[in-house]
């Protein structure tokens, strides 16, 4: 290829994730939606409800990747500390948003609190990104967007975020697999073969218990077509009668 | 309480989760898991199938917590680096273990393969741990688990991880919860209060959409029984009348 894929990491802000007490239900989603859009998630970090932790986690994933992503902490309770520290990593202040206060108000009217009011507060320079369909705005500060961490408003928001990424979309990710009945130990000397001579294409496997129909799933993944057709082929070529038990 | 709780950490390896391929299973079975052991996990990260990347969290996250588990990149093939990169964290050799040779021979007889026998590398130092019911063993280097990727095999290593812990187990977590409808701006004034009063308590407020019986749920966790029920108790003495729906 000829530019290496932009770059995302996500951090995920929530007590109740380590505690085990919610399953975390964004990762996935947002993963899925970045390999779509041929970015390359790097990096998951998953930290506690603590302003300082994040502030340093939020400055050290901008810089290292091209787009962040933080989920949760946005709320108006004690607990929600992300714009805050968004704000810390930085180095602006919060202030409140005169466009999302307007937008607060109409929707609380006479039962709106100072509490409600408090989702007014961004990271000072911040935008608030919105689509035709999506018109509750989500912030984001130069390359990290803010993300809330309920999963259903996650969803909610997502079509915004892909349609701002989609403006500088890649070419996207390419992904194959081959099913075999041999375990990992059999395949590792010719798995080495093909790993060797397609530097360019990611080879995984990933050994399956308990399904009767094959034992490892191989997968070939790549930006160029090509080659990853190529290299699934180079492999099936290598395989002793009776393998493989799938193609896709 | 008087001493604070062990503290743990969770890596991640595997390109799989990062390109939303296969959705991580560990992390909540884990996480539930400390809890009831009363350790508190403090990070976990997610990180790509690279010797150089895993091998530098796990220096770091072995300094700053009293455990550490990794998950994935255990068995033979060239996408499994996790034994080389935990090696090259603490400063050792990779080395074969005779125990676990003997046991792979044992249990491939004839069919096995020089990849098989790849899963007898440990890093020098290693503990193998089991117990009377498992007695396939799981690596431990100081206070470093490494832990296998597929969630049957995670799920049947755990108890080792259990057996191991409870020997030095503290307090456990207590947990206790209250459902309201009211929505978090106008919990947080309350709330406020609460966790003024509650230093040792730590308040969670997650709001709920499209339930029909509550709004937000409110969680109330410490090792100190009585201080947890104290400060659910004072909360639901400022709330309004009709409040609260679930007291738990």
Redesign the interface.
Known sequence: MSTPPATAAIL?IG??????????AN??VL?????QLGIL?????????DVETIAREVALLSREHDWVFTSGGV??????VTIEAVAKAFGVRVVASPEMEAMLRAH?RE?????????ALVPEGATLEVTEEVRWPTIRLRNTWLMPG?P??FRMKLPVVVARLAAAKATP?V?RAVYVKM???????L??RV?AAFADV?????????DPTYRTKL?F?GRDETRVLAARDAFVALLPPGEPQRIE
């Open positions: 995920v007590d109740e994730i380590l505690s085990g007490k919610v399953e975390e990762i996935p993963a899925r939606a970045l390999r998630l790097r990096r998951v970090v998953v930290v506690m409800d709320g108006p309770t004690h607990d929600d609380y039962r709106c609190t100072d509490g409600h009011l408090r989702m309920i259903e408003v990710f992904s375990d990992e130990g059999e395949l590792k000397a798995l080495d790993v990611s080879v995984g496997s990933y050994p399956k218990w308990l997968t993944d």
